[in-house]
């Protein structure tokens, strides 16, 4: 079945250390986006990607990066510039460019700081 | 810019009662709405969404949606809760080009046995 895979699903991280947290799609969707979820605060736009070497910053997209070297893959690292990581992480794909695309989401990544 | 308010963090219901969640979104352009909803620990998957055809949009597990143009309201209801519905729930907005998705900050709904 198509969908979006999301590795790990839960991550510890000790403060001052990147991670890299997966996303993967066989849907052959053309843009994906991270977005980071805090209680209360609903879906926050980290990163998005419309094309293959191409991605554009979100609201909060300082203290993380992303790469998009296959059409299939985004990855996002947390770097130790990001103060407050501790959230839960999703990874979400659409096809083409029309608003009317509906968002297909990864179950999530679970990230906690000690 | 585009804005979702969700009226209500948190709505409790009976078991058998109405489900009433509100959406309210400003746009400059007519936009594309959609309602999700997240387990806990899971992703968010679709209910519904409207793309300026039926102003009343059926989805998934009874719920449907009522687009107000005049109100610039997009609410969800079903007209029985279950407990199976007890979940948060998103509504979201999009505009016609450029793949940019607003979300509201989501309703956890409860449904009362």
């Known amino acids: 079945d198509g969908g979006i895979t999301q590795s790990p699903k839960y991550l510890f991280r000790k403060e001052g250390q990147n991670v890299t947290l997966s996303c993967e799609q066989n849907?052959?969707?053309?843009?994906m986006y991270w977005y980071r979820q805090d209680p209360g605060q609903g879906l926050r736009l980290i990163y998005y990607?419309?094309?293959?070497?191409?991605?554009q910053k979100g609201d909060i997209a300082e203290g993380y990066s992303v790469s998009r070297e296959k059409k299939e893959s985004f990855p996002l690292t947390v770097t130790s510039a990001q103060k407050n990581p501790t959230a839960f992480y999703l990874c979400?794909?659409?096809?083409?460019?029309?608003?009317?695309?509906?968002?297909?989401f990864g179950a999530g990544s679970r990230l906690t700081v000690l | 810019a585009q804005s979702v308010t969700q009226l209500g963090s948190h709505v409790s219901v009976s078991e058998g009662a109405l489900v009433l969640l509100r959406c309210n979104y400003s746009?400059?352009?007519?936009?594309?709405l959609f309602w999700y909803v997240q387990y806990p620990n899971q992703g968010l998957q679709l209910l519904l969404k409207?793309?300026?055809?039926?102003?009343l949009v059926k989805g998934i597990n009874g719920f449907e949606a009522e687009f107000k143009k005049s109100e610039t309201s997009f609410h969800l209801t079903k007209p029985s809760a279950h407990m199976s519905d007890a979940a948060e729930y998103f509504c979201?907005?999009?505009?016609?080009?450029?793949?940019?998705?607003?979300f509201g900050t989501g309703t956890s709904l409860t449904v009362i046995p």
């Open positions: 979400a794909s659409t096809s083409g460019a029309s608003g009317a695309n509906v968002l297909t």
């Open positions: 849907l052959n969707h053309d843009a």
């Open positions: 990607s419309q094309i293959v070497n191409d991605f």
């Open positions: 746009s400059s352009v007519p936009p594309y």
């Open positions: 409207y793309t300026s055809a039926a102003t």
């Open positions: 979201a907005v999009s505009e016609g080009t450029g793949n940019q998705f607003y």
